[in-house]
């Protein structure tokens, strides 16, 4: 085979995995970009989608899953159920542009500030992957964002932040005794999905990940729940199964020489982190493997 033959077949695979995504900038190696299965916006973002009361919610048992946000006395909740299908949910809470996030592979919801440049961004579904990640695309430049890094690795906006903001993944039940008054995402968003059927079901009970990751560390089970916070630059991850042992509640810690309060719900099974003042941090709540490929170095809470 000469080399030219060889350039233009090199070229063809680069140009197929880029399709409508500029990679001519990047920050990570575009070898560990990995096509999650479905194309660019298989999995629909839902955008300013429709919200009933806590009342309202019958399709909701008191042990589901909810990731919840509180901005300025608004309270919204986005059931789990409802995100493994649809990954982003482009809103506003508390008049704040937000982007909610979920990745069923990682397990982690995370919630973004989505102002940008003095405007609202709105975002999709790539359909591609990096250490197992949902990678998300501004519609604006198409430059994707790696949801645990935090930042865009590729297309003109390579390098830049988005700023997460502090949420909680929880129950039901534990969410509307907090926020009654507060709002639901509605299972009535425009397509056809079984809202009651997990498509990931077992996924969190066995080792097996789907996709390659750079770094696998094995001080815990892959698929071990951890509260990770990063801090002035510093990671630390306390893994569920020691904040059940734990004697007193919140757990008082250090991370990036800052004190910390770990408040951990037995029975809803979620933890929340606050500063000194009482203020609510931002945490990502991850499988370890996520956590620690995205976080190499992380410390690691031991009891």
């Known amino acids: 085979m000469n080399r030219q033959f060889l350039g233009l077949i090199v070229m063809g695979i680069v140009a197929w995995i880029a399709v409508?995504?500029?990679?001519?900038?990047?920050?990570?190696?575009?070898?560990?970009?990995?096509?999650?299965?479905?194309?660019?916006?298989?999995?629909?973002?839902?955008?300013?989608?429709?919200?009933?009361?806590?009342?309202?919610?019958?399709?909701?048992?008191?042990?589901?899953?909810?990731?919840?946000?509180?901005i300025s006395g608004e309270a919204k909740a986005y059931p789990i159920s409802i995100l493994n299908w649809h990954e982003l949910v482009n809103d506003r809470v508390g008049g704040k542009p937000?982007?909610?996030?979920f990745c069923p592979l990682c397990g982690t919801g995370m919630v973004f500030d989505a102002e940008m440049d003095g405007g609202r961004g709105l975002f999709g579904v790539s359909g591609k992957l990096y250490n197992s990640d949902v990678l998300f695309y501004d519609k604006g430049t198409e430059s994707l964002w790696s949801q645990i890094l935090m930042e865009a690795v590729?297309?003109?906006l390579t390098g830049r932040k988005i700023k997460l903001l502090a949420s909680e993944r929880t129950t039901w039940e534990a969410w509307r005794s907090k926020y009654p008054e507060g709002k639901v995402l509605s299972t009535d968003t425009g397509y056809a999905r079984d809202y009651f059927?997990?498509?990931?079901?077992?996924?969190?009970?066995?080792?097996?990940?789907?996709?390659?990751?750079?770094?696998?560390?094995?001080?815990?089970?892959p698929k071990a729940w951890v509260l990770g916070i990063i801090l002035n630059g510093e990671a630390k991850a306390y893994p569920f199964d020691q904040l059940k042992k734990i004697s007193r509640n919140p757990l008082?810690?250090?991370?990036?020489?800052?004190?910390i309060l770990i408040s951990y719900d037995r029975k809803a099974q979620s933890a929340v982190v606050q500063d000194v003042e009482g203020r609510m941090l931002a945490s990502i709540q991850a499988y370890w493997f996520a956590w620690s490929a995205f976080y190499p170095g992380t410390q690691l809470y031991e009891g």
């Open 252 to 259: 008082k810690d250090q991370v990036g020489g800052e004190t």
């Open 154 to 156: 590729t297309g003109p």
């Open 98 to 101: 937000i982007l909610v996030s």
């Open 20 to 70: 409508g995504f500029d990679f001519s900038r990047h920050s990570i190696s575009l070898s560990e970009i990995h096509d999650g299965g479905p194309p660019k916006d298989g999995i629909p973002a839902l955008t300013d989608p429709k919200f009933v009361s806590a009342k309202e919610a019958v399709f909701l048992n008191s042990e589901d899953q909810v990731l919840g946000i509180h």
């Open 197 to 221: 059927r997990n498509p990931y079901a077992g996924y969190e009970s066995n080792a097996r990940i789907y996709f390659p990751v750079a770094h696998m560390d094995s001080r815990l089970h």
